[in-house]
């Protein structure tokens, strides 16, 4: 049974998100030898449609319009309205990102469709697909299947496999108007205050280097900077480091803050609570750097260091520079 | 104002899995922690403007619990609602839509997602289904009149939202920290009224889009490798374990 598959593919501080790219795998796997288009609501970077057509979509669809500047829903969803007149999607899948987890769940509401979020797998096996989710902040798995109507999906960030690029990969680009005034939108974007920790995006971050209450001042932090920095990794925190006012809440890795899934993950000094874990569990390789040996955060890491992260962290660093020069 | 609000496992429990299911054996119970920000927002914005708190909650008859932890909170009535069996999350949303188009409302406020099925669907679907705008991870709401100024969350970028009620807004963490109910709340609590409807009184009937093949226990097996030696020899030895060995540089 072949579907025509839709991405909804996301663009982030003018680039393509890697997770539309894996969304394009897993649409082409969905698509079972059905078309795989994607779309771009608003302003899409110059080189988007070739990367999009080079890991697979036979189409991208460019949406334009004032009222795409800034993130809305119901500018998006009538964005969306144009590109599924043009294209007819059996499925649509989104990252599971701050706006696609916002966007997917209105849009399977108004095709009456179920969807399934937070995507960590997915199998095809003739006319059935399967999707793999997570639940009970990640202690248990769960997959499921749509029974009826369009298939809507969330995928979670460096999870699903991206496709290798094929410069040779033909594709068609269309491009379409939304003639949405932005004055008639319900939900009028204000302002966007941009944080001003910019760098390495933590929920799509290959490395993670994070910090708990052992860093015990926002200067704590500086080690960590730097060995990211060195890393090219984000830099995250546990909740009680956010609490204790170290960091920016924007930094959380936790069951109440982002959920991660980086090939390498450094936690230094935490301790390791559930709620933490949740949003960490699924790393790669775990690496624990804390004073206490009975760190429940052990219990989760493939490699322990049992130490004082003020000065284990800058000797990773220099060792990292070291290997990485 | 609404409340969607459910009851969830209180995540530090250690969950066990019966039959292909999760166990509910002396696990405690808890008010979805996102749910209950709103539900203390929306207690915040009565006492501040006016207004009456109601609590809709679609969930099995232990959920009571939760809403009564509600009422004594200072919500003013809540419904609790059969849950359809096998319901997905577009049966959910369709069975509490319905409970709240039978009231009025100007706000309808619910957590961004429940820690337990984590799917962050629900409560946006309603806002489709009542036909109202909405804004989703909100980490601060204020209230003038009928506009409404919202601060969302969109993975560390701060977006100021305004817009006129009618208007759902979900929680993201840290939107109001909750009050512990007090003494004289539990007290009055006691007398407010639980309403109970079932799907069929609501006049919904919306079989699920989507079904479980599977649930299993996550596949948490590391073995810990803990270095020894000094802070140097470690570090070295960790780098080289980690190209080498994990192969994650």
């Known amino acids: ?325 | 104002m609404l409340v969607l609000l459910k009851q969830t496992f209180d995540t530090d429990t250690k969950i066990v899995l019966k039959d292909g299911r999760i166990s509910e054996d002396g696990i405690t119970m808890v008010i979805n922690p996102y749910d209950e920000y709103a539900l203390e927002q929306a207690i915040r914005l009565k006492e501040a403007g006016g207004g009456t708190v109601i609590v809709v909650c679609a969930g099995p008859a232990r959920s009571e619990e939760a809403l009564r932890k509600a009422l004594a909170m200072g919500a003013d009535e809540a419904v609790l609602i059969d849950p359809p069996a096998d319901g997905d999350e577009y049966t959910l949303a369709r069975v509490l839509a319905a409970a709240c188009k039978a009231r009025p409302f100007d706000l309808v406020l619910g957590g961004n997602l429940s820690v337990d099925n984590g799917a962050s669907q629900v409560a946006i679907r309603v806002a489709h289904e009542l036909g109202i705008p909405y804004v989703g991870a909100a980490t601060k709401v204020e209230v003038n009149g009928g506009s409404v100024r919202v601060e969302r969350d969109a993975e560390g970028d701060v977006e100021v939202i305004t817009a006129a009620a009618p208007l759902l807004i979900t929680a993201q963490q840290g939107l109001a920290e909750p009050r512990l109910p007090s003494l004289p709340g539990i007290m009055k609590a006691k007398k407010k009224p639980i309403a109970r409807q079932t799907p069929a009184d609501l006049g919904v009937d919306a079989p699920a889009r989507t079904e479980v093949v599977d649930l299993k226990a996550a596949d948490s097996s590391r073995q810990t490798k803990m270095l020894a030696g000094s802070a140097a020899e470690q570090a070295t030895q960790l780098v080289h374990l980690l190209r080498e060995e994990a192969k994650v540089v």
């Open chain 1, 1 to 325: 049974m072949s579907r025509n598959v839709l991405v909804v593919a996301e663009v982030r501080s003018g680039a393509l998100r890697p997770v539309a790219l894996e969304a394009i795998g897993a649409a082409s796997l969905l698509a079972q030898g059905g078309s795989v288009a994607a779309a771009i609501l608003g302003d899409a970077p110059t080189d988007a449609a070739s990367q999009l057509i080079a890991a697979g979509a036979g189409q991208v669809i460019l949406v334009a319009g004032e009222s795409l500047t800034d993130y809305t829903p119901e500018a998006y969803l009538a964005a969306l309205d144009k590109v599924l007149a043009e294209f007819k999607a059996d499925a649509v899948l989104f990252g599971h990102t701050a706006t696609g987890r916002d966007l997917a769940p209105a849009l399977a509401a108004k095709l009456e469709a179920g969807a399934v979020t937070d995507v960590t797998a997915l199998e095809v096996d003739g006319d059935r697909a399967v999707f793999t989710r997570p639940i009970y902040a990640g202690k248990a798995v769960t997959r499921r299947v749509f029974k009826q109507g369009t298939i809507v999906a969330t995928l979670r960030p460096n999870n699903l496999p991206a496709p290798a690029q094929d410069a040779t990969r033909q594709g068609e680009v269309k491009r379409l108007n939304l003639d949405l005034a932005k004055t008639s939108l319900r939900t009028v974007v204000a302002e966007v205050i941009r944080k001003a920790a910019a760098g390495v995006d933590l929920t799509a971050a290959k490395v993670v280097v994070a910090g708990g209450r052992g860093v015990k001042s926002a200067d704590g932090f500086k080690p960590l900077q730097e060995l990211a920095g060195v890393l090219g990794a984000a830099v995250g925190a546990s909740r009680a480091a956010c609490d204790a006012g170290y960091c920016d809440y924007s930094w959380q890795v936790g069951q109440t803050g982002k959920t991660v899934t980086p090939d390498l993950y450094i936690a230094c000094g935490i301790s390791g609570a559930i709620q933490h874990v949740a949003g960490m569990s699924s790393s790669k390789v775990v690496v624990a750097i804390n004073k206490d040996p009975e760190a429940p955060i052990f219990k989760v890491a493939d490699y322990g260091i049992v130490g004082d992260l003020f000065e284990v962290v800058p000797l990773l660093t220099q060792e990292f520079k070291k290997l990485l020069a």
